[in-house]
């Protein structure tokens, strides 16, 4: 079974930058899509990005718009988020999930992380 750890959340000023790291205890990890998914309080969970097996394709929200990059690390089976220009909107909890078919729906996805939480202050 896979397991994902998120971490490298924590309290931001508006316009500053977080990066979100992932780590898989399991090799499998590797062969899966990865996916980053976002939640506010009362809101639905949120698509963020996405990016296939080999890193050579990324997806993104809609609302993304330049400001995050997803990238992984097999060796080091992570993966990351590098999230830039951040603002209030941006305050949620951040998860990591593994193995799917369709990047942008929470509900394909084999695996999930505990999250971490991203807060930007106005």
């Known amino acids: 079974q896979v397991l994902l750890v998120e971490s490298g959340g924590g309290l931001v000023r508006t316009g500053g930058s977080l990066k979100l790291s992932c780590a898989a205890t399991?090799?499998?990890?590797?062969?899966?899509?990865m996916g980053w998914f976002r939640q506010a309080p009362g809101k639905e969970r949120e698509f963020v990005a996405a990016i296939n097996w080999s890193g050579e394709r990324p997806y993104y929200g809609d609302f993304v718009k330049g400001r995050f990059t997803i990238s992984r690390d097999t060796a080091k089976n992570t993966v990351y988020l590098q999230m830039n220009d951040l603002n209030p909107d941006d305050t949620a909890a951040y998860y990591c999930?593994?193995?799917?078919?369709?990047?942008?729906?929470?509900?394909?996805?084999?695996?999930w992380g505990q999250g971490t939480q991203v807060t930007v202050s106005s």
């Open positions: 999930a593994a193995n799917s078919a369709y990047p942008e729906v929470a509900g394909t996805y084999d695996y």
């Open positions: 399991d090799r499998a990890f590797s062969n899966y899509l």
